[in-house]
């Protein structure tokens, strides 16, 4: 009669367990590869491509599609959506797990390159939420795109490889450091001082920032860009630090942009094993979650509501009718993670309702701060069919909620799909130190994350 949470290391078995290792060895290398979201969004379509997925274009060009045709599109080289396409009418609905491939990292700034006393910097500007201070003293990586004069597109990444120099923020040492230690947290490192060091060699017969113009003079010859160029950049500063396998039992996975790239990792797994679905199965990998979810890549775009409307115009159906029962008979799992619990930090959970390490995948009912602002909250009678489903197939599950009230709070995309008058639910990994340079999950908990997502799309 009384609920309990289930761990699940002592309930499942062996195969399963062999079968949670080597999941969780694939993840890993997907973690290691997809270290930003246009890398993410490159990874999703290769290995879909590899599983039979074609593009949409392909399907719009030759006026066809039929159940069971796998497609995918891309929204500007950063968000992507997957679509198994079901026997029934698309205005039925769909099952949507939806997940976002952007974290919380270091931005350079369109004017990026600095001097000072023969220290070269990239000036940044922090991406999302983080603790400022967390990111100094770190080996760090750049990844990105830039375009130079000629239009042409040149990829960077630096940092990642044994053998590729790395790059870090300074800190100030604690022999000097009695007024720094009395400031708050937010402000012992303030926003403008993260900057990168790039270099120290000045250039030769130089006497007007020498390591800048040494710095310039190394792009130039390795990338053929000038300092011009990074007017039209992107790029990102991620840490150097590879996925790895964490705990003297093996039983974690310490890496970096786990939120919510465990949740992306989960939704790609599940829907690369689905066929012949009665309800079109889709997966969402959308941008900019962690700032908002405003963007032309993000989930407020239209990019998801195009997509559905160019497949009901291949089966000519493209009204407005069929577009809104499509998107209103739809059923999601926003699949993003929450908090796990951290005995480190008991003051802001309420144990009873903060889902556990290795207890399995969390169903949240709400996130928001305070009153539940901001939040989607979830009906009862949708969250009787997730669970339904899940004890169906023995998906591993527990509550979770994402702090203590008024301790703080968050979102997800959540929202914006319940805005087309769809059923949604939070459906998400467990996280330790989430938005930290390194993030904590338990393999256990991302095996069931995958079987929850493959059941959702099996029954619901």
């Known amino acids: 009669m009384e609920y309990k949470r289930k761990n699940v290391w002592l309930n499942i078995d062996d195969q399963q367990k062999n079968e949670l290792e080597e999941i969780s060895k694939d993840y890993i290398d997907f973690l290691n590869v997809a270290k930003t979201e246009r890398l993410a969004t490159n990874e999703i379509i290769k290995r879909a491509q590899a599983a039979g997925f074609v593009n949409l274009e392909e399907k719009i060009n030759n006026n066809s599609i039929k159940a069971g045709d796998k497609v995918y599109t891309v929204n500007k080289n950063k968000a992507v959506a997957l679509f198994v396409i079901g ?12 997940a976002h491939t952007d974290s919380p990292r270091l931005d350079l700034k369109p004017v990026p390159l600095s001097e000072d006393t023969q220290i070269a910097y990239f000036k940044t500007h922090y991406y999302g939420g983080v603790k400022k201070y967390q990111w100094t003293t770190i080996p760090l990586a750049l990844h990105g795109v830039v375009f130079n004069k000629n239009g042409e597109k040149i990829e960077v990444a630096v940092g990642e490889n044994d053998d590729e120099p790395v790059f870090t923020i300074s800190e100030l040492l604690i022999h000097l450091s009695k007024k720094m230690m009395q400031k708050s947290a937010s402000e012992v490192i303030e926003g403008e001082q993260l900057k990168v060091i790039v270099g120290s060699i000045p250039l030769a017969d130089e006497e007007d920032n020498p390591v800048k113009k040494n710095i310039l003079k190394i792009l130039n010859e390795k990338y053929g860009i000038e300092e011009e160029d990074f007017i039209t950049a992107e790029f990102e500063v991620v ?12 039983s974690m996975i310490i890496a970096h942009g786990q939120d919510d790239r465990v949740c992306a990792y989960s939704a790609l797994n599940a829907i690369l094993k689905i066929e012949d679905p ?3 199965a889709v997966a969402l990998f959308v941008d900019k979650e962690e700032i908002g979810s405003r963007g032309a890549t993000a989930m407020t775009s239209q990019f998801f509501e195009n997509a559905v409307l160019e497949l009901l115009n291949i089966e000519e159906k493209a009204n ?4 809104k029962r499509s998107l209103a008979n739809s059923k999601v799992l926003s699949a993003d993670v929450t908090m796990a619990y951290d005995p480190n930090f008991k003051d802001v959970s309420e144990i009873d309702n903060a889902a556990q390490f290795g207890c399995g995948v969390a169903l949240t009912k709400y996130t928001g701060s305070g009153g539940k602002g901001g939040s989607n909250d979830a009906n009862a009678e949708y969250l009787s069919e997730i669970r339904l489903a899940f004890e169906k197939d023995k998906v591993i599950y527990q509550t979770g909620e994402l702090g203590a009230v008024d301790a703080g709070g968050g979102g997800t995309i959540a929202f914006i799909l319940a805005e087309y008058g769809m059923d949604v639910v939070d459906c ?4 330790i130190s989430m938005h930290a340079p390194t993030e904590l999950v338990s393999k256990a908990d991302l095996y069931e994350t995958i079987l929850a997502y493959k059941s959702f799309y099996k029954n619901i």
């Open 428 to 431: 998400g990994t467990p996280v």
């Open 239 to 250: 840490p150097a630090i590879k996925a790895r396998n964490a705990g003297l039992d093996n």
């Open 87 to 98: 026997s029934e009418d698309l205005e039925k609905g769909m099952s949507i797990v939806g």
């Open 278 to 280: 009665a309800k079109t």
């Open 320 to 323: 407005l009718i069929s577009l």
